[in-house]
């Protein structure tokens, strides 16, 4: 039981260090970590995270392609406001 629970620990840890921007929602998918801004951007985009989002950004990223938020109602994004909260302070949207 010990093994599992350490290798558990390590398999979260691992994953974990790869994200660098966490999302909350309080519609949709509660909870989720992204390693780009843009891949945040695309699941809200999609609808996958909806109402109310905070974006919590905790490290540097590599992006490779822009980052685009749409504007809620366009597509699938469906958002009454974000906070977006980094190392370097924060900002609140509508």
Same mark, same amino acid.
């Given at each position: 039981m010990k093994k599992i629970l350490? %290798?558990?620990? /390590? @398999?979260l840890t691992y994953s974990?260090? %790869? $994200?660098?921007?966490? /999302? &909350? !929602?309080?519609s949709g998918t509660p909870f !989720?970590?992204? !390693? &780009? @801004? *843009?891949?945040a951007f695309d699941a809200l985009n999609s609808g996958i995270q909806t109402g109310t989002i905070t974006i919590a950004i905790?490290?540097?990223t590599t992006e490779t392609a822009s980052a /685009?938020?749409? !504007?809620?109602? &366009?597509?699938? $994004?469906n958002y009454t406001q974000y906070y977006? %909260?980094?190392?370097?302070?924060?900002? *609140?949207?509508n």
């Amino acid at each position: 039981m010990k093994k599992i629970l350490l %290798f558990l620990s /390590v @398999l979260l840890t691992y994953s974990s260090s %790869f $994200a660098q921007i966490d /999302v &909350t !929602a309080t519609s949709g998918t509660p909870f !989720a970590s992204y !390693a &780009t @801004l *843009k891949d945040a951007f695309d699941a809200l985009n999609s609808g996958i995270q909806t109402g109310t989002i905070t974006i919590a950004i905790s490290g540097n990223t590599t992006e490779t392609a822009s980052a /685009v938020l749409n !504007a809620s109602g &366009t597509g699938g $994004a469906n958002y009454t406001q974000y906070y977006n %909260f980094s190392n370097w302070g924060s900002t *609140k949207n509508n």
